[in-house]
Nanobody
Framework: QVQLVESGGALMQAGGSLRLSCAASGRTFSDLAMAWFRQAPGKERQFVARIIWSGITYITYYADSVKGRFTISRDNTKNAVYLQMNSLKPEDTAVYYC??????????????????WGQGTQVTVSS
C-alpha cells in the first residue's frame, strides 16, 4: 500500500508562484512513478504532470494547459514529489492530487486508472 500526503495549497493572486509537495510512504519511493492531477468544481479529475523513470533518467510530461508554467520534480532521498507552479491563472483553481503507480516507468494520465491517491490540497487563484 502507498500513502500520499499533499501540502502547500493556498489562495494566490494571478501571476504568482506556488510549490506543492507530496510525501509518499509504504513502498520504496524510487520504485514509484508519480504524477499530479487536479479537479476543478464540477469537472472531472484531469492529468497535470507526471515523472517516470526511463531506465536511464527521469522524464517529465505535462498537460498542454500547464506546459511551460509548471514543473514536476522528485527527491528520492526525501520520498517526495513536487509541483512548482508559476504564472498562475484563475483557471488553475482546483484541488490538486498526488498520484502514484507501482511501475517506475509508467503512470496513467487517466484518473480512473490511478491506483493510489492523496487526499488533495486546494489551490485557489484570484484574478
Amino acid at each position: 500500500q502507498v500513502q500520499l500526503v499533499e501540502s502547500g495549497g493556498a489562495l494566490m493572486q494571478a501571476g504568482g508562484s506556488l510549490r506543492l509537495s507530496c510525501a509518499a510512504s509504504g513502498r520504496t519511493f524510487s520504485d514509484l512513478a508519480m504524477a499530479w492531477f487536479r479537479q476543478a468544481p464540477g469537472k472531472e479529475r484531469q492529468f497535470v504532470a507526471r515523472i517516470i523513470w526511463s531506465g536511464i533518467t527521469y522524464i517529465t510530461y505535462y498537460a498542454d494547459s500547464v506546459k511551460g508554467r509548471f514543473t514536476i520534480s522528485r527527491d528520492n532521498t526525501k520520498n517526495a514529489v513536487y509541483l512548482q507552479m508559476n504564472s498562475l491563472k484563475p483557471e488553475d483553481t482546483a484541488v490538486y492530487y498526488c498520484a502514484a503507480a507501482r511501475t517506475p516507468g509508467f503512470i496513467a494520465t487517466l484518473a480512473r486508472q490511478i491506483e493510489y491517491w492523496g487526499q488533495g490540497t486546494q489551490v485557489t487563484v484570484s484574478s
